[in-house]
């Protein structure tokens, strides 16, 4: 019955929530308005050009990953990394958050990996990546303060996270969890299911430490650098492909950056709806019009996200290909 409900609100409830967004957003615009904008306001050059900056994001995780991965497991093949870090993304658009584990899943198979030390490695990853929305948000905070500011006062309830923080329930649910996992931890050995768990454990462990067994650290460093730049491009890009959006400055771009990434955290498949609800938002802090922002924002997360469906269905079809050719040899 766990089962069941939790799988309806994954695939059901979610999915639907992001759907409601869309409606809500774009119920206003005609069907036939949004298709003349497409044909003759848009130029397609410049989000080709951002679909190319994505793909070079994607390798460089893929390179970035392989890295955290050698010192705890192996080298794993740069073409099995890539296509299973593709087939996560592609995951990620059926089942809200299994991307992670559906990548971790592929490359294991492909490269005989520990699974659990594969997983490790991912939170490693995303860990990186963590620091890196800190930061973003440090340079929007700096440079963008009156913006943040407006944004947050007109789309976040301010008092509930108040009422949050000030109840005690809050605090008694966040020590208890701390509790429990100090027991499981504690007594694992004295049980055999938790010794299992434990033991399993420690290969996450493993893998979540790889961060100290990094051959190179400038190299990762780059990496991690290159990635975001890469996702900041790819939005500063399509600025120039409306001419609403194309008085833009990179400050804007990097507060679409930030306020996009946050909408992609939400528990919905691709991010759909809440990436576009706060890119649309931001944009009019900007003086851009709810119509303009709204068809920038439909254009940029379809063009990237049909890229990952033509590549992930690709990668599907080429691992097996790829590895039974490297089994032969």
Request: with cysteine.
């Amino acid at each position: 019955m766990k089962k069941q409900l939790s799988r309806i609100i994954q695939y059901v409830v979610f999915p639907a929530f992001g759907l409601f967004i869309i409606w809500h957003l774009y119920k206003d615009h005609k069907a036939d308005e949004i298709i003349q904008v497409l044909k003759n306001d848009i130029n397609f050059s410049w989000i080709g050009l951002s679909v190319i900056l994505g793909l070079l994001s994607h390798l460089s995780r893929a390179f970035r990953w392989r890295m955290l991965l050698e010192p705890v497991e192996k080298k794993p093949a740069i073409g099995n990394t890539f296509w299973a870090v593709m087939i996560g993304y592609l995951a990620n658009l059926v089942f809200p958050r299994m991307g992670e584990i559906t990548r971790c899943g592929v490359l294991s198979k492909y490269e005989g990996m520990s699974f659990t030390r594969v997983v490790g490695t991912v939170v490693a990853e995303r860990l990186t990546d963590l620091i890196m929305l800190v930061l973003i948000l440090v340079t929007v905070f700096i440079i963008q303060f009156d913006i943040l500011v407006v944004f947050l006062r007109d789309n976040t309830n301010i008092d509930s996270i108040r009422v949050l923080l000030q109840s005690p329930i809050f605090y008694v649910a966040l020590l208890s969890s701390v509790v429990i996992i100090f027991l499981v931890l504690r007594f694992s050995n004295k049980i055999e299911m938790l010794s299992r768990i434990k033991n399993l454990w420690i290969k996450f462990s493993d893998g979540l430490g790889s961060f100290r067994k990094i051959k190179n650290i400038p190299l990762f460093i780059f990496h991690t650098l290159f990635i975001w730049l890469m996702y900041f491009m790819m939005i500063y890009v399509c600025f120039y492909s409306m001419e609403a959006t194309s008085v833009l400055s990179i400050d804007a771009g990097i507060t679409i950056l930030l306020t996009g990434s946050l909408g992609m955290l939400a528990p919905v498949q691709g991010g759909i709806g809440p990436w576009h609800f706060m890119v649309i938002a931001t944009l009019k802090l900007y003086g851009v019009p709810a119509d303009a922002g709204g068809v920038f924002a439909l254009v940029v997360h379809a063009a990237q996200n049909t890229m990952i469906i033509v590549v992930g269905l690709f990668a599907f079809f080429i691992l097996p290909i790829i590895n039974r050719k490297l089994n032969v040899q």
